[in-house]
């Protein structure tokens, strides 16, 4: 069974820093993209970050210059740092992976909570 596993949320002071990290089990991760997006209270779950299979990446526009995507295949690992975290950035972190010819074979994590207070 497919997993993607998150780690690394949690409570961050505004300006800190915090590196998220996904591993996946069951998938070979260089036929996926991957990334992550997140769902903050009463908001519709938005990309943050995004890796292709050819290690493209692209930003959300509130995230961009402050965040970085990286991947390692062998090790089946995604991870998000994200550095000046704002109030904003405060939501639930999920782990996203996509076979990037088949749409039906599309995954997610469970989640992981990231808090910055106001």
Request: net charge neutral; glycine share 8%.
């Amino acid at each position: 069974q497919v997993q993607l596993v998150e780690s690394g949320g949690g409570l961050v002071q505004p300006g800190g820093s915090l590196t998220l990290s996904c591993t996946a089990s069951e998938i070979d991760c260089r036929y996926f993209n991957m990334g992550w997006y997140r769902q903050a209270p009463g908001m519709e779950r938005e990309l943050v970050a995004r890796s292709s299979i050819s290690e493209f990446t692209d930003y959300a526009d509130s995230v961009k210059g402050r965040s970085t995507i990286s991947r390692d295949n062998a090790k089946r690992t995604v991870t998000l740092r994200m550095n000046n975290l704002k109030s904003e950035d405060t939501a639930v972190y999920y782990c996203w992976a996509k076979h990037h010819l088949f749409n039906n074979l599309e995954y997610w994590g469970k989640g992981t909570l990231v808090t910055v207070p106001s």
